[in-house]
């Protein structure tokens, strides 16, 4: 009895979870980081610089020294320094400060332990809705095997995974009822990366029939600190915003203004109505975490699909979505579509970041990067060359095979119980096939430097 229950407490298998490590250190090594942890161990260790030299308020004007506007958050730059201090102090007194590869792994190690936190809370909000302890483990092995986690995540350095830890962590607060833990991490995460918002909001309304005090309590709170949050830091550090500025026009803005109805974006009116259709279901029946779960995809499809931003933002597609899987009758079939979905998403992450240019732009590029030599192969204008429109292609295949998922899922969850056992799958195919997409990937990296 006794083994049973430490074998049910246990993430992930032994031998599995050793696996999922192995890769990820891997991935940690040798893929590119063509962005935030090279960028951002710069941001930091010139705030943990400007800190020990008693000029705080000069940060800003430092970094602009260096050509690295901080399109930031300066709680996350705050917070993340602590993580790096450590390693801060021990290279500062060997004189060793100026090693920015060792601060890359440092921060590759946070993301990792962030990942792993997110697939431990993923298997936590499945058993808190008496999912089967085989189908927690698939979920969230697909999901620490996916390649927004083992590539864009961990191997290119982004931090998404921060933000999406504690909106995760909000999650599971608002499904255990600890409303007080709600509200904190949901701020947390708003601070740490605002993308979480496509998370938190349908979470905000799910609370409104559950605790509706709590409900507009978070819907008031949590805005309001994070555009307090806005006004410190720049009192703090003159103009501090400066770079978001820079970010949500030059970035977001034309995007979201390409299709427009009476000069509104049409993608905030598709979020809009989902999220005002979501609210109006809730009086016809009682939403559960699969309506949640369903609601945050659907307005992260409409987001990435129409805005076509960064690839490393669909970890936020992948938490969700995957776990939709769970509260399927028969989730193979599910988990297939959503492995080709995954391949779509590479595709056009490729075509798409920094106009396919997936190997290196920013810094150093991993350990691949040491042993060989880059040749300038840029996979977008390749794909783009071999196939004309790949882009437009990419992007509508995109939308097509994101509409065959969810209409999937939504009919493989009518007749879904519980109490069925679900046909189960071999964990080393499950791991294999999981893990496909970030090899094929990982491909074109080794491919930009030999071609």
Request: with cysteine; hydrophobic share 55%.
């Amino acid at each position: 009895m006794v083994s049973k229950i430490k074998t049910a407490s246990t993430f992930l298998p032994v031998k599995t979870l050793i696996f999922v490590i192995i890769v990820s250190i891997i991935s940690t090594i040798l893929f590119a980081h063509v962005y935030d942890v090279s960028v951002l161990a710069i941001w930091w260790t010139t705030l943990l610089d400007c800190i020990r030299e008693g000029n705080f308020s000069e940060y800003q004007h430092v970094l602009a020294t260096i050509n690295l506007e901080t399109n930031y958050p300066l709680f996350l730059n705050i917070v993340s320094s602590l993580w790096i201090l450590p390693l801060y102090i021990i290279l500062n007194i060997f004189h060793l400060e100026s090693h920015l590869w060792l601060y890359i792994l440092w921060i590759k190690v946070l993301l990792i332990i962030s990942n792993l936190g997110i697939a431990k809370i993923m298997q936590l909000i499945l058993k808190h809705n008496s999912v089967n302890r085989n189908k927690q483990i698939s979920i969230s092995l697909i999901f620490l095997l996916s390649p927004f986690v083992q590539f864009y995540s961990i191997g290119m350095g982004q931090i998404d995974s921060l933000g999406l830890l504690f909106a995760m962590l909000s999650f599971l607060s608002l499904q255990k009822e600890s409303y007080p833990s709600f509200i904190i991490f949901s701020i947390i995460s708003i601070l740490l990366k605002p993308f979480v918002v496509f998370i938190i909001v349908p979470l905000i309304i799910y609370a409104w029939y559950k605790n509706r005090k709590i409900s507009i309590i978070s819907a008031i709170i949590i805005p309001c600190v994070y555009l307090l949050h806005n006004y410190l830091s720049d009192i703090l550090i003159n103009d501090y915003s400066r770079g978001s500025k820079f970010w949500s026009t030059f970035v977001f803005y034309p995007r979201l203004m390409q299709w427009t109805i009476f000069n509104i974006p049409v993608v905030i009116i598709l979020i809009a109505l989902v999220c005002i259709f979501f609210l109006v279901w809730g009086k016809f029946r009682t939403l559960t975490i699969y309506d949640v779960l369903l609601c945050q995809t659907i307005l992260l499809v409409i987001f990435e699909t129409l805005v076509r931003q960064h690839p490393q933002w669909f970890i936020y597609f992948a938490a969700t979505s995957i776990m939709l899987i769970a509260f399927c009758n028969r989730s193979r079939i599910a988990y297939y579509i959503f492995l080709f979905l995954e391949l779509i998403y590479c595709l056009c992450g490729i075509v798409y970041f920094d106009e396919g240019n997936i190997v290196t732009s920013y810094g150093e590029a991993g350990l691949v990067g040491k042993a060989l030599t880059y040749n300038g192969f840029n996979a977008g204008e390749y794909l783009n060359s071999i196939i004309p429109n790949i882009a437009t292609i990419s992007i509508v295949l995109l939308a097509i095979i994101s509409i065959v998922y969810i209409i999937s899922v939504i009919i493989l969850h009518r007749k879904y119980n519980s109490k069925i056992e679900d046909e189960k799958t071999h964990p080393l195919l499950t791991t294999i096939l999981s893990f496909i997409p970030s090899l094929l990937i990982s491909v074109f990296v080794v491919i930009g430097y030999i071609i």
